[in-house]
């Protein structure tokens, strides 16, 4: 083995600027080695991306093919056969009514695609007085202006609020924290989706443009899966006043949850819908805009194009990635084994952290599962943020040779901590019990530090 030794200086500004973290030097299946030989169990896909696990050789064989054939036609100029054909897929896989697939570079940029998609509609439709949008306290769209405007993370915000749109955030679906006794999880979902309605009324039914959610709760919150009748009811509200609904299924699309769109289980058709982690798999950056054909038909009757674009749209070695990675999901009926992979796993943390004092709750769907860590059960009462427990359960995590996906202020942005799962569907049932077996052990070594 060739040792990778990180450079010292580093002129790569990492995500901490005061440590460089250890060297990746290859994946394959479900594990990723470092520069030292040590390997590394990656149980949170990344953050929920590597949905084939790392190294799939049909997937890179597609890649190959494709920078041998043709690596980057501007779409100004071109569209590329491989573009068409993801288009392809993603519209016939989509739900009812999805016309066109709008593919850019990640997740960030569907989401600001899709805001601004929705503000353009509604000018050609000649409705502009609409121009607010209503998404989630504790939500995660990205860290672009626009995306991190309509997220409702406190912490992610602040420093950068004067710089964000104004937009109203209502409460998340988060039944473990905010569903009350006296209330069933379904009244719980009526009352959340009051308050959307009467948030519209108070901003003025004619001036929304569109409400932004999460299907699944995912990165700021750890995993929160709507309670029944919740998206239905929301899907009601919007209807009723012409307000858009965009699912940000960038984490919890594409398979995650068991079925290709999150949104199925609810029952619901967005008007607007975001993916991109799980779409490329980590092998290409790639993320889309799934679009209903009455939005784009108000564009193409109206301006003739949608104002807005990218250098990368739609670039052909990243569809050739998504491509491969969605035809291998389908062919293999990957998503059966997530659904059937999910009850085991569910089965495995609950063995080992069910009866955990320390632990809240365990949520999830498919193989997208949160683990809440609370320091009081009864109350429900989270640990001092002084202690970052999040940041010691992934070193802990990490030096056990396991990549899990925690997260401190889970509740409101402050307190609260979380660790969120989502193994590759390629995970074997022996790796599942380990990911579990690994996990409660870092859990309990991390609140061993006191
Ligand atoms: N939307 C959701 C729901 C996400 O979870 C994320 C990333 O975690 C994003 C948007 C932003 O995606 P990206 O990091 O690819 O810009």
């Given at each position: 083995?060739?040792?990778?030794?990180?450079?010292?200086?580093?002129?790569?500004?990492?995500?901490?600027?005061?440590?460089?973290?250890?060297?990746?030097?290859?994946?394959?299946?479900?594990?990723?080695?470092?520069?030292?030989?040590?390997?590394?169990?990656?149980?949170?896909?990344?953050?929920?991306?590597?949905?084939?696990?790392?190294?799939?050789?049909?997937?890179?064989?597609?890649?190959?093919?494709?920078?041998?054939?043709?690596?980057?036609?501007?779409?100004?100029?071109?569209?590329?056969?491989?573009?068409?054909?993801?288009?392809?897929?993603?519209?016939?896989?989509?739900?009812?009514?999805?016309s066109h697939a709008y593919m850019v570079s990640?997740?960030?940029?569907?989401?600001?695609?899709?805001?601004?998609?929705?503000?353009?509609?509604?000018?050609?439709?000649?409705?502009?007085?609409?121009?607010?949008?209503?998404?989630?306290?504790?939500?995660?769209?990205?860290?672009?202006?626009?995306?991190?405007?309509?997220?409702?993370?406190?912490?992610?915000?602040?420093?950068?609020?004067?710089?964000?749109?104004?937009?109203?955030?209502?409460?998340?679906?988060?039944?473990?924290?905010?569903?009350?006794?006296?209330?069933?999880?379904?009244?719980?979902?009526?009352?959340?989706?009051?308050?959307?309605?009467?948030?519209?009324?108070?901003?003025?039914?004619?001036?929304?443009?569109?409400?932004?959610?999460?299907?699944?709760?995912?990165?700021?919150?750890?995993?929160?899966?709507?309670?029944?009748?919740?998206?239905?009811?929301?899907?009601?509200?919007?209807?009723?006043?012409?307000?858009?609904?965009?699912?940000?299924?960038?984490?919890?699309?594409?398979?995650?949850?068991?079925?290709?769109?999150?949104?199925?289980?609810e029952g619901v058709v967005p008007d607007l819908?975001?993916?991109?982690?799980?779409?490329?798999?980590?092998?290409?950056?790639?993320?889309?805009?799934?679009?209903?054909?009455?939005?784009?038909?108000?564009?193409?009757?109206?301006?003739?194009?949608?104002?807005?674009?990218?250098?990368?749209?739609?670039?052909?070695?990243?569809?050739?990635?998504?491509?491969?990675?969605?035809?291998?999901?389908?062919?293999?009926?990957?998503?059966?084994?997530?659904?059937?992979?999910?009850?085991?796993?569910?089965?495995?943390?609950?063995?080992?952290?069910?009866?955990?004092?320390?632990?809240?709750?365990?949520?999830?769907?498919?193989?997208?599962?949160?683990?809440?860590?609370?320091?009081?059960?009864?109350?429900?009462?989270?640990?001092?943020?002084?202690?970052?427990?999040?940041?010691?359960?992934?070193?802990?995590?990490?030096?056990?040779?396991?990549?899990?996906?925690?997260?401190?202020?889970?509740?409101?942005?402050?307190?609260?901590?979380?660790?969120?799962?989502?193994?590759?569907?390629?995970?074997?049932?022996?790796?599942?019990?380990?990911?579990?077996?690994?996990?409660?052990?870092?859990?309990?070594?991390?609140?061993?530090?006191?």
């Amino acid at each position: 083995m060739t040792p990778h030794p990180t450079p010292t200086p580093t002129h790569v500004l990492h995500r901490s600027l005061r440590s460089t973290p250890p060297m990746a030097v290859r994946g394959d299946g479900v594990w990723l080695e470092d520069g030292a030989g040590r390997r590394y169990l990656d149980a949170s896909g990344g953050a929920a991306v590597s949905c084939l696990g790392h190294g799939h050789p049909e997937v890179r064989a597609a890649m190959h093919a494709q920078i041998d054939q043709l690596c980057y036609a501007h779409t100004s100029f071109f569209t590329s056969a491989v573009a068409e054909q993801l288009a392809d897929q993603l519209v016939r896989t989509a739900p009812e009514g999805i016309s066109h697939a709008y593919m850019v570079s990640g997740g960030s940029e569907a989401v600001e695609a899709a805001l601004k998609m929705a503000r353009q509609y509604f000018v050609e439709i000649g409705q502009p007085e609409r121009s607010h949008f209503i998404a989630r306290r504790q939500s995660y769209h990205g860290n672009t202006l626009g995306a991190l405007a309509v997220g409702g993370n406190e912490w992610r915000r602040r420093q950068f609020g004067p710089l964000l749109i104004d937009v109203t955030h209502v409460a998340p679906c988060y039944p473990y924290r905010e569903q009350r006794p006296d209330e069933t999880p379904e009244q719980y979902g009526q009352r959340l989706a009051r308050e959307l309605d009467e948030t519209i009324q108070r901003i003025g039914p004619g001036k929304v443009i569109a409400f932004v959610a999460e299907t699944v709760g995912g990165a700021t919150a750890g995993v929160l899966v709507p309670v029944p009748g919740y998206f239905k009811a929301v899907r009601e509200v919007c209807d009723r006043h012409g307000v858009l609904l965009i699912l940000d299924e960038v984490m919890s699309g594409m398979g995650r949850t068991g079925t290709l769109h999150a949104c199925k289980q609810e029952g619901v058709v967005p008007d607007l819908m975001t993916i991109a982690k799980g779409l490329g798999g980590g092998y290409q950056p790639i993320g889309a805009v799934l679009a209903q054909q009455r939005i784009i038909e108000a564009m193409s009757t109206g301006s003739g194009f949608f104002q807005h674009g990218h250098t990368y749209l739609g670039h052909p070695v990243a569809c050739a990635a998504a491509l491969a990675v969605q035809q291998v999901i389908e062919r293999a009926g990957l998503l059966e084994k997530v659904r059937r992979d999910g009850v085991t796993l569910q089965q495995l943390l609950a063995e080992r952290l069910a009866e955990h004092p320390h632990v809240g709750e365990i949520r999830g769907r498919g193989l997208f599962w949160g683990v809440e860590l609370v320091a009081e059960r009864a109350g429900k009462i989270p640990f001092d943020p002084a202690r970052r427990l999040h940041a010691r359960i992934k070193s802990e995590a990490f030096a056990r040779g396991l990549l899990v996906y925690p997260m401190g202020g889970t509740v409101d942005g402050r307190y609260g901590d979380h660790v969120l799962l989502a193994p590759p569907f390629i995970t074997s049932g022996d790796e599942l019990a380990l990911i579990a077996e690994r996990l409660a052990q870092a859990i309990d070594a991390a609140i061993a530090q006191g």
